[in-house]
């Protein structure tokens, strides 16, 4: 009898092949983003694995300051402690610790608050493309506005609140189908006070830059770049870029790079490249361009746009020490009045082109001893650039 059910097990199984069957993690949505206080300290994390198990970091820069025990066991329902050292910073920190049987995975990403705690418990979400929903914790005992800045994340019923002072705010999040990773807001105002969540959802594996274009003044100064990503990352820097380098002192955080850019002593502006991109396959990547300007100069990003036939509205930051006109060399660039900043933006609505030729036009930024040229291009009506975005221009050296 025992040999008949031997068989009849082998002949399923030879039936119905998969690999890994029974390898399998679970772990409830809400164990996959603790938050953890300033103070540090521990927190247990259940799942159930039908298999052996082993968690690891997705990046060891945050092994300085999180540990987690056990990092590796046999099939079960397990307590996963983690625990983290005071972030004397004031920066938050995170690191995202994968959980892997046979060939499922699963990501917890873990945040620890800066020295001076926010009003909301975490201050970024990942979605997967097929959509879901997030929970933001408000801790507040004032009235506050909720401002959602993404048509695709919608307001659904509150939970009842946990405490006076803590309330839940959940979230829907509509699936991906646009076929790129995109990124949306919610806003928690009241008064002069505001908090804001960032949602950013996949579209596959990806590795996005929150802001992708710094300039600096020729003095230096710090840059703080944002990453976010569904994949393990290294970075990539160019050669002869030794003005810029890694500050380490401050908080190690698997999401957040920080960078110290020197003064510039030459009478060039200066250009450097950085690429963060998957060890595994390097076509997934992004890249954060870092420009810095000479002493009493006008600082634009770029010099030159290509724009569509129809028109469209141009927009550039400006950062500069000294006070400037801006003039336009035709009457189809016009400007669009702004608040004064000190990095100001600019703003020129583009007429559409009704000619069949191209043109060409000139934004001027002028002081008394400097002058800085953006030339404009625009397609004539039979043509268009490839997608219809401006920022397919490639940079323009200063």
Same mark, same amino acid.
């Given at each position: 009898?025992?040999?008949?059910?031997?068989?009849?097990?082998?002949?399923?199984?030879?039936? *119905?092949?998969?690999?890994?069957?029974?390898?399998?993690?679970?772990?409830?949505?809400?164990?996959?983003?603790?938050?953890?206080?300033?103070?540090?300290?521990?927190?247990?994390?259940?799942?159930?694995?039908?298999?052996? +198990?082993?968690?690891?970091?997705?990046?060891?820069?945050?092994?300085?300051?999180?540990?987690?025990?056990?990092?590796?066991g046999?099939?079960?329902?397990?307590?996963?402690?983690?625990?983290?050292?005071?972030?004397?910073?004031?920066?938050?920190?995170?690191?995202?610790?994968?959980?892997?049987? $046979?060939?499922?995975?699963?990501?917890?990403?873990?945040?620890?608050?800066?020295?001076?705690?926010?009003?909301?418990?975490?201050?970024?979400?990942?979605?997967?493309?097929?959509?879901?929903?997030?929970?933001?914790?408000?801790?507040?005992?004032?009235?506050?506005?909720?401002?959602v800045?993404?048509? +695709?994340?919608?307001?659904?019923?509150?939970?009842?609140t946990?405490?006076?002072?803590?309330?839940?705010?959940?979230?829907?999040?509509?699936? *991906?189908?646009?076929?790129?990773?995109?990124?949306?807001?919610?806003?928690?105002?009241?008064?002069?006070?505001?908090?804001?969540?960032?949602?950013?959802?996949?579209?596959?594996?990806?590795?996005?830059?929150?802001?992708?274009d710094?300039?600096?003044?020729?003095?230096?100064?710090?840059?703080?770049?944002?990453?976010?990503?569904?994949?393990?990352?290294?970075?990539?820097m160019?050669? $002869?870029?030794?003005?810029i380098?890694?500050?380490?002192?401050r908080?190690?955080?698997?999401?957040?790079?920080?960078?110290?850019?020197?003064?510039?002593?030459?009478?060039?502006?200066?250009?450097?490249?950085?690429?963060?991109?998957?060890?595994?396959?390097?076509?997934?990547?992004?890249?954060?361009?870092?420009?810095?300007?000479?002493?009493?100069?006008?600082?634009?990003?770029r *010099?030159?746009?290509?724009?569509?036939?129809?028109?469209?509205?141009?927009?550039?930051?400006?950062?500069?020490?000294?006070?400037?006109?801006?003039?336009?060399?035709?009457?189809?660039?016009?400007?669009?009045?702004?608040?004064?900043?000190?990095?100001?933006?600019?703003?020129?609505s583009?007429?559409?082109?009704?000619?069949?030729?191209?043109?060409?036009?000139?934004?001027?930024?002028?002081?008394?001893?400097?002058?800085?040229?953006?030339?404009?291009?625009q397609?004539?009506?039979?043509?268009?650039?490839?997608?219809?975005?401006?920022?397919?221009?490639?940079?323009?050296? +200063?």
């Amino acid at each position: 009898m025992f040999l008949l059910i031997g068989l009849y097990s082998c002949k399923d199984d030879n039936e *119905n092949p998969s690999p890994n069957p029974s390898f399998k993690i679970t772990i409830d949505e809400g164990d996959t983003h603790p938050v953890i206080s300033q103070q540090g300290g521990t927190i247990n994390i259940p799942f159930t694995a039908t298999g052996e +198990w082993n968690a690891t970091m997705i990046n060891d820069r945050a092994e300085s300051w999180i540990t987690i025990n056990p990092s590796s066991g046999k099939s079960g329902d397990i307590e996963l402690s983690v625990t983290a050292t005071a972030n004397e910073t004031y920066d938050e920190r995170n690191a995202t610790i994968v959980l892997q049987c $046979g060939d499922d995975k699963k990501e917890i990403v873990v945040t620890q608050k800066q020295k001076d705690a926010l009003t909301v418990t975490s201050s970024k979400y990942e979605v997967p493309s097929g959509g879901g929903n997030i929970s933001v914790e408000v801790k507040a005992n004032i009235e506050y506005e909720i401002e959602v800045k993404a048509d +695709w994340i919608k307001q659904v019923e509150n939970q009842d609140t946990r405490a006076l002072t803590s309330s839940l705010l959940n979230f829907k999040v509509d699936f *991906n189908d646009t076929e790129s990773k995109r990124e949306g807001e919610i806003i928690i105002k009241s008064g002069n006070l505001s908090e804001t969540v960032k949602v950013y959802q996949e579209y596959g594996d990806f590795i996005t830059l929150t802001q992708k274009d710094f300039t600096l003044p020729e003095e230096g100064g710090t840059v703080d770049i944002e990453i976010n990503s569904t994949v393990g990352y290294d970075v990539k820097m160019p050669s $002869g870029a030794n003005w810029i380098t890694e500050i380490q002192s401050r908080a190690v955080s698997t999401h957040t790079r920080h960078y110290q850019v020197e003064p510039n002593e030459n009478y060039d502006s200066r250009e450097a490249k950085i690429i963060f991109y998957n060890t595994e396959d390097e076509t997934i990547a992004d890249t954060v361009s870092i420009y810095q300007m000479y002493k009493g100069a006008i600082l634009v990003a770029r *010099n030159e746009y290509q724009v569509k036939s129809e028109g469209e509205v141009l927009s550039f930051s400006v950062n500069s020490n000294v006070k400037f006109n801006v003039s336009v060399s035709d009457s189809w660039i016009k400007p669009i009045e702004t608040r004064e900043l000190v990095e100001k933006q600019l703003n020129f609505s583009i007429v559409e082109n009704l000619m069949e030729e191209d043109r060409i036009g000139f934004i001027v930024l002028s002081s008394e001893k400097i002058k800085q040229e953006i030339k404009i291009s625009q397609y004539g009506k039979g043509l268009k650039n490839p997608d219809g975005n401006i920022d397919d221009m490639p940079n323009i050296p +200063w």
